[in-house]
């Protein structure tokens, strides 16, 4: 008995230190981002925001984000969390098999981050990148999307429903010297289709979501001339061995942002929309009941018309490899690497123009040739019925396996050139009821 104490007491001691000494990282999932893996790719909560009817498979989960800001990459010296007033979460019940399980968030913010979305250059940015398994209402060019208040689920039998609902009034303009008020709503569906198209499981989803907008900063306040976002996907699951499951996804969205004449500054009568279709597929084989091996690859397509009535396109691929696996009953370890093989984009601004961002860096790589490719490490402790996610810093973990300081330890600071070897970049907190 004393000894199952002390073993308590180590795992709690445990998961209190992965939250000290932290980076401010994702609005993601720390146990993706510690694989850099895509949320479609293996079984995680995280897959609610594309199939609600997901909450059926995680039922009487309370799920809290501590890293609401941040990249999601591991990238970078350690900082600090949020401060208690900005992280996210909810609850998923189970209310029955007569009413169905429900979920509540709150906070969420607009636009989650994965570590794969990093992978491509900055000037990308103005294309929606689906693969990140949500996004700014009417696409990346809108301003002012507000932060979800909340989001509600239900999920019965084999169908799954989200609404969403976020508002931010009187938004400063970016250039202007005027107000902007946003209300964003939104309607998902999601179906458990059983056997189709030869995979022996598979799910469908279908999505609508639009942002009010009122620009007060004129005598006569002016109106959104239409900014909204449809999405459509489908998800098959298929083994092929007693070992190996492969699943292939395939998911198309349509954005829209146009803003009145009577808007100030740079946001003045502009119109841009873009259309993303994604293909993508993976591996996982299971290492007994240990944990897995996946490899995946995500191929994007993105077009459409910029702010400045530009055309603009690209093609995408993108493959990654990880690892998770449980070294004892309360610690898992992950892992995951991360690149950007192919990303030809081209653009009708100015002097036409077209590129391989996946060879000259970004905001991964910087400039060096060669260079988009992340590397991701995370872990898991649990106590009781909690679970910390996290994901671990590889600029920490590098610098720490470079120059060894035994007298630092594993979580705490030392000298300047010998830090610690593992600091929280990101963290999820669950409990199980």
Known sequence: ????????????ALAGALSLGVASVA?????LDGMGVDV????????IWLYPNEILQYKNTVDF??????LGSGLGTAGTLGTGNNEWGGVIHDLGDDFGTIATYVNR????VTASSLLLRSSVGQNQAIFAGSGVVGGATNAFAPTNNVDVFWGKDIFGLHLNYGDNENMTGLTTAGKVASQEFGLALGVNLGSSFLMSQSQFHVDYAFDSLTDNSQAAPANDNGVYTIKLGWLGQSALNDKDNARVYVDAQYDNDSLPTITGGEWNSRTANDAEVLLGGSIKHNITDRGFVNTGLNLEYDGGNSTTNSNYSSWTAIWNGSVESSVSSWLTVRTGLSKAIFNRSYNSTGTPSAY???LVGGGIGGTSTNNNVTF???LSATAENFTLDAQISVAKLDAGVAA???GAGVFFVGAAASPELIAVSEADLRYKF
């Open 1 to 12: 008995m004393k000894f199952e104490n002390k073993k308590w007491v180590l795992r709690v």
């Open 27 to 31: 609005k993601a999932d720390a146990r």
């Open 40 to 47: 479609r790719q293996v079984d995680d909560v995280d897959a």
């Open 65 to 70: 984000r501590m890293s609401p800001t941040g």
């Open 109 to 112: 913010p607009n636009n989650l």
């Open 356 to 358: 391989d961002g996946s």
């Open 376 to 378: 991701n490490a995370g």
């Open 404 to 406: 060894p300081s035994p």
